[in-house]
């Protein structure tokens, strides 16, 4: 009895839900066709990707890594997925951050769901015309990224901003694309 | 009277909410840092550092640095969960009307 309950409120519940998005105004295929082509500004990040990449470390010495990134959509190009290893000259990774990209239509920006060294953050991406921004505020300071990718080249500068002081960078990449990716969209599990 | 939600006041002193900011969004940060950043004095900020230290909010670690001592310093999961609850906590003291205005 209990079991048939269950079922019939399931039943209710599946058979409900196209119904209650039309009646929101939400249409699945539009929404993935709308997030869809709002991807596609930026295709060109698409693919693998190295060069060398350096940083300023917390003691002020300057740390180099070999830094790398795969790039793909995901969902049926509705989103982004980046993945990125920062190389040691030994080649132990000491830098493995995760991202998806994706838009929020409601508010039609942008946003950044980033994962790097245990830290967790939502940042809006302000795409420009050869690139994009983002930004991390903390307190009294702001870690600014800007990004110019154009004819295979990725290169990526953070600053730290203080109000009423210089800009100090503490970070700089300069990738070279080379080559394509099916990575994440590829493996993915069959029916049978 | 309806009850308030409390204020870490660990978390709440300017200055240390300012360093917690900072120190939630780089791996770790040195003295001289924080305190360019915060716009403070030596002594000031010390101060400020001892009690999240105290609190167990940040963690440091002391070493030489071509021969000079250096403090660098990284928040810790309790002065994470801390910041993020007093977040949480202001926004609740500042009623409906500040998250609508979001």
């Known amino acids: 009895m ?18 209650a998005a039309q009646a929101l105004g939400l249409d699945s295929a539009a929404l993935i ?16 990707w190295r060069g060398p990449a350096w940083t300023i470390l917390p003691s002020g010495e300057k740390h180099n890594i070999t830094q790398t990134e795969r790039i793909g959509p995901f969902l049926d190009g509705s989103v982004k997925v980046t993945e990125g290893r920062g190389y040691d000259a030994d ?36 795409l420009t015309s050869d690139g994009y921004t983002w930004d991390i505020p903390a307190g009294p300071m702001t870690i600014h990224y800007t990004a110019v990718i154009k004819d295979g080249t990725w290169h990526e500068v953070g600053d730290r901003i203080v109000t009423g002081k210089a800009p100090v960078r503490f970070f700089e990449m300069t990738l070279k694309r080379i080559g394509d990716t099916d990575w994440p969209a590829a493996g993915a599990v069959s029916p049978k | 009277m309806p009850e308030l939600p409390e204020l870490d006041q660990i978390v709440h002193g300017q200055l240390r909410l300012a360093v917690l900011s900072i120190l939630s969004a780089v791996a770790k940060a040195d003295f001289t840092f924080l305190r ?22 940040v963690a440091v670690e002391k070493s030489f640095v071509k021969r000079k001592p250096t403090s660098t310093y990284q928040i810790t999961s309790a002065g994470r ?13 500042l009623g409906a009307d500040f998250n609508r205005s979001k």
């Open chain 1, 91 to 126: 080649g132990k990774v000491t830098f493995n951050p995760f991202g998806k990209i994706s838009l929020n239509q409601a508010a039609k920006v942008y946003t950044l769901h980033s994962h790097a060294m245990g830290y967790v953050g939502d940042f809006e991406l302000k």
């Open chain 2, 36 to 57: 360019d950043c915060t716009g403070s004095t030596d002594g000031n900020i010390s101060a400020h550092l001892l009690k999240l230290e105290q609190a167990g909010y």
């Open chain 2, 81 to 93: 969960t801390a910041l993020a609850n007093y977040i949480r906590n202001l926004k609740k003291l």
């Open chain 1, 33 to 48: 066709a709308g997030q869809r082509e709002a991807m596609k500004r930026l295709a060109y990040m698409d693919g693998v």
């Open chain 1, 2 to 19: 209990f079991r048939q309950k269950i079922a019939r409120f399931v039943l209710m519940l599946i058979a409900g839900m196209p119904v």
